[in-house]
């Protein structure tokens, strides 16, 4: 048998073979060791701190002083100058834009205001601005609005926080969502802030600890971002998670509770607010069920020279295309982002005529009570308002939705559709038991001032108490909150 030298001799075009072949073996090992110790290297630089941070240190500056480059892209989240085709991270007037909404909560604080959702950064600022919070409401509206919020959880406990009045905590509350609630302070690994998620999970027999490091890139939003409700007079804040994440499993788990909102005040329906369900959501949509992360697409990495990091100004990825869509679709910017917007208009269209329909059962509902029907006759319609809303609400409330799931989403506002119409048959039959006609409704030049005066709002009053709240209340919340801030020792 010939030596390869030999063969070498005989043909010297091998020999060249073999030495680009070696090359190409060495470059690709090459680049994979310098793969495995650029990774290593981004660990050591995430769990990397200069100056030791506290146990429950809120302040973001603080974090900062270690993570300059994660800090200077979460404060960006004040910028609110993006704006899609529906929302963005301006101030939008959604009664204003949708006056149905205010019938469909009348009797519900958020007949009064409702506002898109800005940036983490004015999560502490839109709850004291807001008009919802003019009436009385428990600290448990704070949970999900700061980084003050462990530590006051862990100073007062649990359910002494929930069910302390959100105003004797104002001075406290003053540090937006920050990085203590996602991150550990001392090995900066992701972990749950917040009592409510670790909860619904144990309930179920998870231990949130064995979640894998890509799970936990959504777990830390969804212990905000998801479906809740304030349980019994404590207002101990609770996720409805037991029966399961679909619209149908927490309806049965609110029914089989005999938990009501609020009774609306024109229906009498026992009525479900949906928060905001953006994480059940999710997991009903192909991104959820492939694994993608929240953080993948709302927070993608972003390089500075040689330093790669996670962009932590959070926003649409509708705002970066470049860096969250494009990584997995090479379809142009402009035809992902039509792609998206084509999902939303199919989406709206039909929650228009679900929100529609709900209206004029309400108010065909309030007809029925004021000519005489009684409880027997309206339960069955009052039941499914309540589905039918609850339907509804769920798609609407949730950020992003048409765009997580939207599949999913037709398929509930279907059904929310179904329901409305089967509850104005079902009031057709009362009308014909009381000999009366079936009004006429008409909401073809219904705005957000009328719809308000028509279910009683007193707007100039409720105004009037908030400008009281900030010309009187507010300055004494930030003295206290700047003197305690002065001399806490986090």
């Not at 200069?50 to 973001?60: C, T, V, Y």
Request: with cysteine; glycine share 6%; charged share 25%.
């Amino acid at each position: 048998m010939k030596k390869i030298t030999d063969r070498i001799k005989e043909k010297p075009w091998l020999g060249w073979v073999l030495f680009g072949a070696t090359i190409l073996v060495v470059f690709i090992i090459g680049l994979f060791v310098s793969t495995i110790m650029e990774r290593r290297g981004e660990t050591y630089q995430l769990q990397q701190v200069g100056k030791p941070i506290g146990e429950w240190e809120p302040r973001l500056e603080v974090w900062g002083e270690n993570f300059p480059r994660q800090y200077e892209t979460y404060m960006k989240t004040s910028d609110t100058t993006f704006a899609s085709k529906y929302l963005g991270s301006g101030k939008i007037d959604l009664l204003e834009q949708n006056p149905k909404y205010v019938i469909l909560w009348a009797g519900f604080a958020f007949s009064r205001d409702y506002g898109q959702a800005r940036g983490h950064y004015y999560a502490i600022t839109d709850v004291i601005n807001s008009l919802r919070t003019v009436q009385p409401q428990p600290s448990t509206c704070w949970t999900c609005k700061s980084s003050d919020v462990p530590r006051l959880m862990n100073e007062m406990g649990i359910d002494s926080f929930y069910r302390t009045p959100l105003k004797d905590l104002g001075h406290e509350v003053v540090n937006p969502i920050g990085c203590l609630d996602c991150h550990d302070p001392k090995t900066m690994n992701l972990r749950l802030s917040r009592p409510a998620i670790i909860e619904a999970y144990q309930r179920q027999g998870i231990d949130p600890k064995n979640f894998s490091h890509q799970e936990m890139k959504s777990q830390v939003c969804a212990q905000c971002h998801s479906e809740y409700y304030f349980k019994g007079p404590g207002r101990y804040l609770v996720f409805p998670w037991d029966e399961g994440f679909t619209v149908e499993q927490m309806e049965k788990f609110y029914d089989d509770a005999e938990h009501t909102d609020w009774v609306h005040a024109l229906s009498r329906a026992p009525m479900l607010k949906s928060q905001h369900p953006d994480y059940e959501i999710y997991k009903l949509g192909i991104h959820g069920k492939r694994g993608v992360a929240c953080a993948d697409c709302h927070m993608p990495y972003k390089t500075e020279g040689a330093v790669k990091f996670t962009d932590h100004h959070i926003q649409s990825p509708l705002s970066k295309i470049d860096r969250s869509c494009q990584v997995c679709h090479r379809e142009s910017e402009e035809t992902l982002r039509q792609n998206v917007y084509s999902l939303q208009d199919k989406v709206k269209e039909l929650a228009k005529i679900s929100e529609e329909a709900l209206v004029k059962a309400h108010l065909e509902a309030k007809y029925a009570w004021d000519n005489g029907a009684t409880e027997a006759m309206m339960k069955p319609v009052l039941t499914l308002i309540r589905h039918s809303q609850w339907r509804s609400d769920f798609v609407t409330s949730s950020l992003g939705a048409a765009f997580h799931a939207p599949s999913e989403c037709l398929r509930i506002l279907g059904t929310s559709i179904d329901k409305a119409q089967e509850a104005r048959l079902e009031l057709a039959n009362v009308f014909a038991q009381l000999k009366v006609k079936k009004p006429v409704i008409d909401l073809a030049n219904l705005t957000k001032a009328k719809a308000q005066e028509m279910i009683g709002l007193n707007m100039e009053q409720i105004r009037s108490d908030k400008n009281e709240f900030l010309k009187n209340v507010l300055p004494v919340w930030e003295k206290k909150a700047a003197e305690r801030q002065a001399k806490m020792n986090y």
